[in-house]
């Protein structure tokens, strides 16, 4: 099993950090069905050390959900480096330094995947995050900035020396963003040159395709993101149901979390995105999907859901 620092998983099936839709209620789900870790959406290390609300809500967690990872975005070392003393004191196991996102408004502020192109500041950042927790501190990155510009071999090294306990790599450049194959051959590379556990990321649609990165790459571990979306199930063998009851079951669980832990009303667009997506591909689907858009309320959405599960 691995161990990232002193925290050790039951199993090397993670949740990757997503931003709008890995919030309390979808890492608890996630949980439920089977991921050893969750990781947070991102969280500025600007809204943090300004204690902006918004941003303190992001990181509410219940004991429930640990082991629970908290991923910090940011091109400042010592704004970085308060944010994560003060992570620190919040119930959680894994402080990860997000270095691999493509947005365009977070690598214009030299944060994200822009890190890559300045390792400098990027090793300054996680010896201070590292200086600044007793937390296992994780890295997410890629592969390089292009495809000419590949130097994941040496990022993952510098991070080790850094201090880093752990670095996901997603087998694209940034220049990728998310289209194209993930190189797993250059996720090979990463986990040939450090002691330290690498966790393959970048198209993963199924529990199998996990267990084969994992043969292919030698990784410790698998980060699950955009295949995660309306199917908590791609966490454990058995895969996505068939049966569309079992379906809307899986999404009716997640609105009673959603219930339990948010004011869903305001985010109500966000939620419906999300419920859409549990019935992408299945034979009729865009009826169901037309009416759980449709819906005008949240408790519309909920008796939507319930009236499926009774198929």
Known sequence: MIKIGTLQLTNPMILAPL???????????????????CYSEMISCHGLVYHQKNTIDMIRSIPEERPVAMQLFGGEADVMGAAAAILSDYPIDII?????????????????????????????????????????????????????????????????????????????????GFGGSADQELITAAKRAVTI????????????????MMGNTGCDAVMIGRGALGNPWVFD??????????????LTRHLELIARYCDPEPML??????GGRYFK???????????????????ELQKISSSLTKR
């Open 237 to 250: 063998k058995q895969g996505r149901p068939t049966d569309l009851s079992d379906i809307a079951s899986g």
């Open 269 to 274: 667009a966000r939620i419906k995105n999300h």
């Open 96 to 176: 990860d330094i997000n270095m691999g996102c493509p947005v365009k408004k977070v690598v214009k502020k030299g944060g994200g995947a822009a890190l890559m192109k300045n390792p400098q500041l990027a090793e300054r950042i996680i010896r201070k995050v590292c200086a600044n927790t007793n937390l296992p501190v994780t890295v997410k990155t890629r592969t390089g900035w292009t495809h000419q510009e590949i130097n994941v071999t040496e990022f993952v090294q510098m991070a080790e020396q850094a201090g880093a306990a752990a670095v996901t790599v997603h087998g694209r450049t940034w220049s990728d």
């Open 197 to 212: 556990p690498i966790i393959g990321n970048g198209d993963i649609l199924s529990y199998d395709d996990g267990i084969r």
């Open 281 to 299: 591909g299945l034979p009729g689907s865009s009826t169901i999907r037309q009416s759980i858009y449709a819906a005008r309320s949240f408790q």
């Open 19 to 37: 931003a709008g839709y890995t919030d309390l209620p979808f890492r608890l789900l996630c949980r439920e069905f089977g991921a050893s870790l």
